[in-house]
């Protein structure tokens, strides 16, 4: 039971600069996603972490302690990896036991605490075997077997799901949720995969290039993205997003652009009022334009003619040309919309974002 | 698999690995049928009635008799395994230690290094030998095993370590990295993870550096003067080539007998040896 601290965290190899001044308080028991695409330090940081590179400048804390000059071993951490990293010729006992034997556990406690996790992972019956008998699903188990017979302070999990197949990864990822219930060890862990991140994180948190772009739990990522990068990172599918032009009629602000003329809703009209004559980034997610018939005022709705649709069953997704642009709505899978054809979506006025076209900030 | 009409099968597969097994078994038979052939046999001209050059009706174990007998065959069989084993245990040990560090350690040069170690291989022995034989004649080394025992791993360190770094670079470095936050140190890491999954190119390097100093030449005759120090390559063509006579009976027995324990140590690690060429660890 721990919490971790990163302090002004940076990475330099050689001349790139991995990681750049990461901060980030991870409380006692907590479950912190890092997520972001490959490249943007979210590995390097987790490395960090468990004390396999090297820290260029900043600090690490765990409890207090400032672990900068740990070696892994001496971290009390565990960590579970991509490839999962079992010993080949080792059977599944003693690649769980391995780290208790190495830290002089009694053989029956070691005993004792293997089976414990056996049970909990439900591999009690694989423990003979070697790694290479076992499938890509069962050697997940074991891998997080071997960091749970040890009872450290924080799990670290780089990318532990992404050698598996769909269906099992998300089975994965429920028993990985259940079982942080249940053990309740801080837990850090590192994913390409927005959805795993918005599943199992307390907290996320969205790295791009070496930068944390926003921390904070998985529904205010996803309803209030700090920035561009974060709106269209976070949510499947992405938000759609649309130049326009801000203008000022009768008191009312408009967003005016290629297919687009939208009043803009009263909540906005401080924040976007200095932009007036310029233009922005404007976002809505896919789930918040639904279909309305023609009647339907103009002024809170899109224009614009399907040109796919994909059907996946509980919801239909519209590909559809607003001017030049394409964007992306989620529907009912009650609509018998086809291709070619004309509608009129309505935006949802409180789920409406607005960015900085400069600074990709939200306004 | 060749796929197609059957003469596709022929011509492409059948044939040509026969000739190829052919080919690479003749000598060996050549060796076989010579030892055990009868001296009156051997010396016969090539247009008499009765020349059978590919088989004998009378064979004799005479020869060997003579071999193990008359000559120092057997001292030079002790004489080879010793030094062989010893150079390759030395070889093994340094290779070893220097190939994990090239691949694994991050330290400046290593590249370098790792490049260097790979020239020195390169050097050819046969101009090498001349510095050595000073370096062993200011030592007082010569005419002793020590002279080859000490001589052999300049060339097979640098073969041992080239194979290693590669078979390590093949192995994860996650492997080590989960045993290092397991609770163990580099050195526990690499004798309880890394070493034992390298254990087949361990094996490869053994025995290439075994082969490599069980049939090296020139070293030996430079280096060894005394029939009773020398090593079969050695021992057998030097005394049973005696001026202008070839002894080929026992000449052929001693090179039969001298490849047993090579073709002994081949075939029992042959598939360790096989999977070391090949490399991968599969998790």
């Known amino acids: 039971m721990a919490q971790v601290a990163i ?91 391995f780290g208790l034997k190495m830290r002089k556990f009694e053989k029956s406690e070691i005993q004792k605490r293997v089976q414990d996790a056996a049970e909990i992972l439900g591999i009690q019956d694989y423990l003979k075997r070697k790694p290479r008998q076992l499938s890509g699903g069962q050697r997940q188990r074991v891998a997080l077997g071997r960091a749970i017979v040890r009872h450290p302070r924080v799990f670290l999990f780089d990318e532990p799901l992404s050698n598996l197949d769909a269906k099992l990864r998300v089975q994965m990822r429920v028993e990985l949720k259940k079982l942080h219930e249940r053990l309740g060890t801080t837990a850090i862990y590192v994913t390409h995969d927005q959805v795993e991140a918005m599943t199992l994180g307390d907290r996320v948190v969205v790295m791009r290039d070496g930068w944390v772009q926003q921390v904070g739990d998985p529904m205010e990522l996803y309803n209030e993205p700090a920035n561009l990068f974060v709106a269209g990172f976070i949510g499947s599918p992405a938000m759609n997003f649309a130049t326009v032009r801000i203008t000022a009629e009768n008191g009312d602000l ?40 023609d009647t339907d005022p103009a002024e809170m709705s899109i224009d614009a003619i399907v040109e796919v649709v994909e059907r996946l069953g509980s919801e239909i ?39 900085d076209i400069e600074r990709e900030t939200a306004i | 698999m060749i796929e197609g009409a059957r003469w596709r099968r022929w011509v492409f597969f059948n044939i040509p690995l026969l000739l190829f097994i ?45 071999l193990l007998t008359e000559t120092l065959f057997s001292t030079w069989m ?142 030996a005759l430079v280096f060894l003067s005394s029939p009773e120090q020398k090593t079969v390559p050695v021992g057998v063509t030097s005394e049973l080539v005696r001026g202008d006579v070839f002894y080929w009976g026992q000449l052929m027995a001693g090179a039969l007998l001298g490849s047993i324990p090579v073709a002994f140590v081949y075939s029992f690690f042959v598939e360790h040896y096989v999977s070391g060429i090949t490399g991968s660890v599969k998790g």
């Open chain 2, 22 to 66: 052919v080919a690479l078994l003749f000598p060996f038979y050549w060796m076989i049928v010579t030892s055990v052939r009868p001296d009156k046999e051997l010396y016969r001209p090539w247009n008499a009635a009765n020349y059978t050059p590919f088989w004998t009706l009378n064979p004799t174990l005479e020869h060997i008799r003579e």
């Open chain 1, 7 to 97: 302090r002004n965290l940076n990475k330099m190899y050689d001349d790139v600069h991995a990681v750049k001044d990461v901060n980030l308080d991870i409380r006692d028991k907590e479950f912190v996603v890092l997520v972001g695409p490959s490249g943007c330090g979210k590995t390097t940081t987790l490395r960090m972490v468990a004390g396999l590179e090297s820290i260029t400048s900043g600090r690490i804390l765990i409890d207090d302690q400032v672990v900068n000059d740990l070696a892994p071993m001496d971290r009390d951490i565990a960590m579970v990896f991509q490839n999962y990293a079992l010993y080949p010729h080792m059977s599944v006992y003693d690649n769980m036991a």
């Open chain 2, 78 to 219: 002790m004489n080879t395994m010793l030094i062989a084993t010893a150079s390759t245990l030395i070889s093994l040990f340094c290779g070893l230690l220097a190939g994990y560090a090239l691949s694994r350690l991050k330290f400046p040069f290593a590249g370098s290094i790792g490049t260097g170690i790979f020239i020195t291989y390169l050097v050819p022995q046969t101009l090498l030998f001349i510095p050595l034989a000073d370096v062993i004649r200011n030592f007082h080394l010569g005419d002793s095993p020590w002279a080859l025992i000490l001589t052999y791993p300049t060339f097979l360190i640098p073969f041992c370590t080239w194979l290693m770094m590669g078979y390590f670079k093949s192995i994860p470095k996650e492997l080590e990295e989960c045993a290092r936050i397991d609770g163990a140190t580099r050195w526990k890491a690499m004798v309880y993870i890394i070493f034992p999954i390298a254990v087949p190119g361990i094996l490869s390097a053994g025995i290439f550096a075994f082969t490599l100093s069980w049939n090296e030449f020139i070293y």
């Open chain 1, 254 to 293: 408009w967003a005016v652009g290629d297919g687009i003329r939208l009043k803009a809703p009263a909540a906005f009209a401080n924040s976007l009022g200095p932009y007036t004559g310029k233009e922005v980034v404007f976002g809505i997610r896919p789930e918040n334009l639904r279909i309305v018939p």
């Open chain 1, 317 to 355: 997704l519209l590909d559809v040309a607003v001017g030049p642009i394409t964007m992306v709505a989620a529907v009912e899978p009650t609509v018998r919309a086809k291709v070619h054809d004309r509608l009129r979506l309505a935006v949802n006025p409180d789920r409406l974002h607005f960015f």
